[in-house]
RNA sequence: UCCUGAGUAGCUCAAUGGCAGAGCAUUCGGCUGUUAACCGAAGGGUUGUAGGUUCGAGUCCUACCUCAGGAGCCA
């Protein structure tokens, strides 16, 4: 359509046009109209639709916040010394374990995996160039149905030499502040569509509140003693989805919880010098129950440390060679977190579910279209 | 893998064990300052699949299939 714009005030928008031309470029059939109405309908219908689902106001909005958080998440990184360097994607072993990775054959006798981290490589570049981070899809065949999962998503990963626990934290912090202040400074539209409050995310400024395990602990306890969650936390065991969600509705931002039990944390996390039984770690958990967006730790930089962990772990030495060279030719202190895009998205827009995060979701039992 | 719930018109949903319906969509007619319009009419069904109980099953029973979101695990 070709016309003038005027204002009326009888218009929603202010604006009119009279329309002076108009040209079809192509009819749908009476018989096949357009499937989606701008009505309710159900999950399975519309991702059997994704592809023109995509065309209703509120997904397309979704999908401009998510190009900006995507380009915030990396210019953070970029602005601040940071070096893009992407890790593999077909990997020759699991980064921490083998039970949730989609394996392929790669050529004649071998077996490759989708990656599920780059974090095992982006220490290796880290101790080369400093700080770096990567960016891109990683893969969970983990059979996760609920609103938080998909079995492709992005993550974005940075990795800093010379540094630790305290200035994870920090970089945690001020990344996530910034993601969401580019966003409401360039989204404020789209985030109506979408139907955001966003009085609830123009107070996400770091600091963010800092909480330790045991402390964590303490407040499940005392919640558990008050009829607020249903299962009582046993004092060494990780949290449950129930406590997280308790412990993040707990704050108005993102809540960093830290030094977790090295009992049932990665093998390549850090000890508490002040407690080894601690790791050195931290999972970010964004308010409104949404859940851990960023889990991060620094990384045992002791070669014969590392070697007998891998083995504690039950985890084949050879394939691990080259990480321990690592630690045998220049080891450092480093430390990262990885952060999923998907869900930040998730937790930015309010949604309910992960599957609108991205064009088209991979879950459990969808891989059309 | 486990738990819970749901499968009826293109979509969203009704229907005490007793004639399978409504709204939206589609078609036709009317109306209209509309923007998820409004008024009238029409067409549209192997009630997820296979068995079973019953005079009679969308409804009750068994198995299976599909989907949902929760647990576990994770970002």
Redesign the pocket.
């Known amino acids: 359509m070709t016309g003038k714009v005027r204002a009326?005030v009888?218009?929603?928008?202010g604006f009119?046009m009279d329309v002076e031309a108009l040209e079809v470029l192509q009819r749908v059939?009476?018989?096949t109209?357009?499937?989606i109405?701008?009505?309710?309908?159900?999950?399975?219908?519309?991702?059997e639709h994704r592809h023109l689902w995509l065309r209703t106001?509120r997904q397309s909005a979704i999908l401009r916040v998510r190009a900006t958080i995507m380009r915030a998440a990396a210019q953070y990184f970029d602005d601040n010394g940071f070096v893009r360097t992407d890790p593999p994607i077909l990997t020759p072993n699991a980064c921490?374990?083998t039970?949730?990775l989609f394996e392929m054959d790669y050529f004649d006798d071998d077996k490759a995996y989708l990656t599920?981290?780059g974090q095992l490589y982006v220490e290796a570049t880290a101790l080369a160039l400093g700080k770096v981070y990567s960016f891109g899809p990683?893969f969970?065949a983990?059979?996760?149905?609920?609103?938080?999962?998909?079995?492709?998503?992005w993550?974005v990963e940075p990795e800093m030499a010379f540094a630790g626990l305290p200035e994870l934290l920090e970089l945690a912090e001020n990344y996530l502040s910034f993601i969401v202040a580019e966003v409401l400074k360039k989204h404020l539209g789209d985030l109506k569509v979408i139907g955001r409050d966003v009085t609830k995310l123009e107070g996400i400024q770091a600091p963010f509140p800092r909480l330790s395990y045991e402390d964590a602990h303490a407040m499940l306890v005392d919640a558990h003693a008050k009829g607020l969650i249903e299962?009582l936390h046993k004092d060494g065991?990780?949290?449950?989805?129930?406590?997280?969600?308790y412990l993040s509705n707990q704050f108005d931002r993102p809540v960093m919880v830290h030094r977790y039990p090295a009992a049932?944390?990665?093998f390549y996390m850090q000890p508490d010098p002040e407690d080894p039984t601690k790791a050195l770690c931290v999972?970010?958990l964004a308010p409104e129950g949404y859940?851990?967006?960023?889990?991060g730790s620094e990384r045992v930089a002791d070669y014969d440390l590392l070697k007998s962990r891998i083995e504690e772990h039950g985890l084949p030495l050879a394939a691990f060679q080259w990480y321990l060279d690592l630690r045998k030719y220049g080891s450092v202190q480093h430390c990262g977190?990885?952060?999923?895009?998907?869900?930040v998205v998730a937790w930015i827009c309010g949604l309910?579910?992960?599957?609108e995060t991205i064009p088209f979701a991979r879950?459990?039992?969808?891989i059309y279209p």
């Open positions: 009326d009888r218009a929603p928008s009119e059939p009476d018989e109209p357009f499937p109405q701008l009505k309710e309908a159900g999950v399975d219908f519309l991702m106001p921490e374990g039970s949730e599920q981290s990683t969970r983990e059979k996760s149905k609920t609103r938080r999962h998909l079995t492709e998503f993550m299962t065991d990780d949290f449950g989805s129930p406590d997280e969600t049932f944390k990665a999972d970010v859940g851990e967006i960023i889990g977190f990885g952060m999923g895009i998907e869900r309910d579910h992960v599957r879950t459990l039992n969808r």
